[in-house]
């Protein structure tokens, strides 16, 4: 594998997925906090960082340790921090260097440098620059305004680049990110789904043994992918819940239930709607329903864990948790910056509290998003749980404005099944990263037939995305906007107007509570 020292670069994500993609396993670990450096490990990559290596408090790493035993490769600050701490020299940049160069040097014998064209295209993001490299460096690269694009050790398998080959915008980033990973730490582009789903079982069997596992099921990617893994490791000592809070989307609870049953996991369906509304009758703070949703879960969930306990054989218990927690999620928790400030509390992201004295088991927490969904192919999960858009853990409750009452939910459920069915079929859902209806606390008049009306109004919103960080506004046509308009107003009851959203994130949220 490939270890990743994160100096707290928005981009050392980037490079983590790009290794990735080359089958080949790579972590990201915080600078200063350094993992086993054991014989699995046959190279390491310095990343960028927002610091300069000319502040006082900049972020330090005793590379030199490294050097000596694994093929390293400093990326940007990383690149800088070695330069400059072997006897080089690294001032404020006095031109610009950010966005778009072109490389007019490249030494071709270099092996990092195999097959990337003399003029590639590389993205520069950088404040700083190497002045002077001490006399055991060459450059190896260059672009009209960055004289050491790129330098080699001599001697040794030490590397820097001053641009970022991660990001799409470098055209050869991969060639070059395949040169190192590959052709200079020498390792196996052997790390395929099939391959994650043969150990990973075998490592679930191995860490369970005949132990009983409890699992909350929410029919998104994640929890789906993680439970069938844990299902094919431990079989039915595997006990899947799946609770009903009212709301989810129409029809849904129904059709992933019988996904489930379908695909054999041992799941028990709790409808508690009526619980669930009861709870948020006259309740519109949009952060205390989010926060009597989480509790309630617990409670139904609580209840449910209990009464698989009571049902197995003397002397077997539940021990473990499952969770469909992935990469992302723990990177954050042990990030540089530490977790980033909370803007809303995703009360499902926490995980559930220690109840029961359980461990907690979460075979997808080394995997990235689109590589959950690898894995959930390589499983054979069905395409429409894998292709699914992200769904809130509260569901229609934030997509409701105001308070929370049933009509609001059907109307809501109705409005929203008409918008994602013209998705669907007019191939936009799958070039969307999350869709949804709003149900807006107005309402507006209108005509129909000779009566004034005076209705609700549902907001729709379609968003791109990553990873729900950043979003922008999807570009739906006007005609397919038009269709599912009228075909709203004239089937859902209760409705009289529909808007578009056409807001990014930031400064707006994807969710409007
Ligand atoms: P925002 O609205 O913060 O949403 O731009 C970013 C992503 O997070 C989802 N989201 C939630 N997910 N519990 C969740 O599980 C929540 O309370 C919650 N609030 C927002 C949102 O759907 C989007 O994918």
């Known amino acids: 594998k490939i270890i990743i020292l994160d100096f707290g670069s928005q981009y050392t994500q980037l490079i983590a997925r790009r290794v990735r993609e080359l089958n080949v396993y790579c972590e990201i670990h915080p600078y200063n906090h350094l993992p086993d450096f054991d014989e699995s490990v046959k190279g390491v990559i310095l990343s960028g960082s927002p610091y300069s290596v000319r502040q006082a408090d900049a972020p330090e790493v005793d590379f030199r340790a490294l050097q000596t035993r694994f093929p390293l490769l ?25 966005g778009r160069a072109n490389l007019h040097f490249v030494d071709h014998t270099n092996v990092l440098l195999a097959d990337i064209p003399a003029d590639s295209q590389v993205w520069m993001s950088h404040g700083d ?22 330098y080699h050790v001599r001697g ?18 991969t060639t070059l990110l395949k040169n190192f990973v590959i052709d200079i730490c020498g390792c196996t582009p052997s790390w395929t789904a099939d391959a994650f789903v043969e150990t990973t079982v075998a490592t679930l069997k191995e860490k369970l043994g005949n132990d009983h596992v409890i699992m ?3 029919g998104g990617v994640d929890s789906t992918v993680a439970a069938v893994l844990l299902h094919q490791a431990i079989g039915k000592h595997l006990h899947c819940i799946f609770v009903d809070h009212g709301l ?44 009597i949703i989480g509790a309630a879960f617990i409670d139904e969930f609580d209840e449910a864990a209990h009464a698989v306990q009571a049902e197995l054989p003397e002397g077997a218990a539940v021990k473990w948790l499952g969770q469909g927690t992935i990469y992302p999620d723990v990177i954050e928790s042990i990030s540089v910056k530490g977790p980033s400030a909370t803007i809303k509390s995703h009360h499902n992201v926490g995980g559930l509290p220690d109840f029961m004295k359980l461990k907690v088991v979460e075979p997808l927490n080394t995997l990235f998003k689109d590589e959950v969904r690898r894995v959930g192919k390589a499983l054979g999960v069905a395409p429409n749980i894998l292709g699914r858009h992200p ?40 070039r969307v990263w999350q869709a949804g209806t709003i149900f807006l ?26 990873d729900g960080m950043t979003a922008d ?11 599912i308009s009228n075909e709203i107003i004239n089937h859902v009851k209760g409705i009289n107007r529909v808007v578009y959203d056409i807001s990014s994130k930031p400064p707006a949220t994807i969710e409007w509570e």
């Open 391 to 430: 769904f809130p853990g509260p569901g229609l409750a934030i997509r409701i404005l105001g308070e929370i009452t049933a009509e609001k939910v059907r109307i809501l459920q109705e409005a929203d099944d008409i918008y994602i069915r013209n998705l669907r079929e007019s191939g936009w859902y799958d």
């Open 74 to 98: 400093g990326v940007c600050y990383g690149a800088q921090y070695i330069a400059q701490h072997s006897g080089g020299e690294v001032v404020a940049s006095t031109i610009r260097e950010y």
């Open 441 to 466: 606390p107005v309402q507006s008049v209108g005509v129909m037939g000779d009566e004034r009306t005076y209705e609700h109004v549902v907001a729709l919103r379609a968003v791109g995305s990553l």
């Open 248 to 291: 989810l989307r129409k029809n849904e609870y129904e059709q992933v239930l019988e996904s489930y049953q379908h695909m054999g996991l041992n799941i028990k369906g709790v409808n508690a709607k009526d619980r669930f509304y009861q709870k948020l009758a006259g309740v519109s703070e949009p952060e205390q329903k989010r926060k």
């Open 216 to 218: 909350a099921l929410s």
């Open 129 to 150: 620059t190497i002045s002077a490299i001490p006399s055991d460096f060459e450059v190896i690269a260059s672009t009209d305004k960055v004289n050491v694009a790129a």
């Open 156 to 173: 040794s398998q030490t590397y820097g680049i001053q641009f970022h080959p991660e990001v799409t915008h470098s055209t050869d980033g």
């Open 473 to 483: 506004w999807i570009h739906l046509p006007y005609e397919l906007l038009a269709k």
